[in-house]
Nanobody, 121 residues
Framework: QVQLVESGGGLVQAGGSLRLSCVAS????????MGWYRQAPGKQRGLVAR???????NYADSVKGRFTISRDNAKNTVYLQMDSLKPEDTAVYYC???????????????WGKGTLVTISS
């Protein structure tokens, strides 16, 4: 079992910045990929950013050039740096990890409980 703990959400004015963090703990595992998703009220959950073990990244078109995903493998942590924030970025942000637990060849997917990001006009 892997547990994910998110932090960094809050209220910020449009044009401001926030950095979200997600720390993994629990059983021994190897990471395949890490990602951030978000869900606004009445909307479907969608991909914000994803990073693979090889360092390849994917971003939603709406955040390209403004958000940056990064990782610190030694700390089992993934970050989402959010700059030039807009009101439409307001959502609950969820951390997602794809891992292989020790002794298993199959991928397991874990989610954080979410952290609220609110951007005011």
């Amino acid at each position: 079992q892997v547990q994910l703990v998110e932090s960094g959400g809050g209220l910020v004015q449009a044009g401001g910045s926030l950095r979200l963090s997600c720390v993994a703990s629990g059983s021994t595992f190897s990471v395949n990929a890490m990602g951030w998703y978000r869900q606004a009220p009445g909307k479907q959950r969608g991909l914000v950013a994803r990073i693979s073990t090889g360092g390849s990244t994917n971003y939603a078109d709406s955040v390209k050039g403004r958000f940056t995903i990064s990782r610190d493998n030694a700390k089992n942590t993934v970050y989402l740096q959010m700059d030039s924030l807009k009101p439409e970025d307001t959502a609950v942000y969820y951390c997602n990890w794809e891992v292989r637990e020790y002794g298993s060849k199959s991928l397991m997917e874990y989610w954080g409980k979410g952290t609220l990001v609110t951007i005011s006009s």
